[in-house]
């Protein structure tokens, strides 16, 4: 059996005298395409911030990859291989699609002052491999051909596909996909799901929220993973 990824244990989050999340328990498998459903209000959106810790929880714990997360920023579980994508698109409109990738690699050489000084050999190295990664997934999406276009300028299933692309570069264990789905035209919806599943089939996990349940609850969409 495939063990557990990321693990949630009585997760709890108060807004005033609303209880958003109560003492919540999700377990999302290794190599698994797990969906999360509900109606609106029902807290998805709020889980998916405790669990990636851009809201801090009251109380509970959360496990990823065997290591407690509940209590690192941001940035440091993303380093860890968790990544999370959002229900409206966060791209850097100003810069380029291409830019937008480059940004993702955790932990790169050059964004330590004084190795910019003296390890400038394996910056460039690092830089053109990231590169052609960038290049390489942005045609897998459709997007090689918007590279150095702002990003501004994407349309909105465009921008879904640029923030999935770019959490990709950042060569996760785990994507946390907010309602990929949303405001996305039928053909494109294929498309996303096709490409969840490549990724899938690369060795990443994913949880998904999604309120279309045509894509939750179609095994043939997703027949490696589970919904």
């Known amino acids: ?114 190795q910019v000084w003296f390890k400038q050999g394996q910056i460039n190295k690092e830089e053109h491999f990231n590169r052609e990664r960038a290049l390489e997934i942005l045609a897998d999406v459709g997007l090689s051909a918007k590279a150095n276009d702002y990003a501004g300028s994407l349309s909105g299933g465009q921008r879904k596909l640029l923030e999935m692309a770019r959490a990709i570069m950042a060569q996760p264990k785990l994507v946390l996909l907010d309602e990929p789905a949303a405001g996305v035209n039928p053909a494109l919806i294929e498309e996303i799901c096709e490409h969840i599943v490549n990724w899938n089939h690369q060795g990443i996990s994913f949880l998904i929220i999604e309120h279309n349940m045509d894509v939750v609850c179609d095994p043939s969409r997703f027949r490696d993973g589970k919904a």
């Open 1 to 114: 059996m495939n063990k557990p990824l990321l693990s949630a244990s009585q997760l709890s989050k108060h807004f005033g005298g609303i209880r958003a999340v109560d003492r919540a328990n999700i377990v999302v498998n290794q190599g698994s395409i797990t969906g999360l459903i509900g109606p609106n209000g029902a807290g998805k959106s709020t889980l998916f911030n405790l669990l990636s810790n851009f809201i801090t929880p009251d109380s509970g714990k959360v496990i990823f990859d065997g290591k407690a997360i509940e209590k690192l920023p941001p940035h440091k579980i993303a380093q860890r291989g968790c990544v999370r994508t959002f229900q409206v698109p966060r791209v850097l409109s100003r810069l380029s699609v291409l830019e937008n990738m480059l940004l993702a690699p955790q932990r790169q050489t050059g964004e330590n002052l004084i």
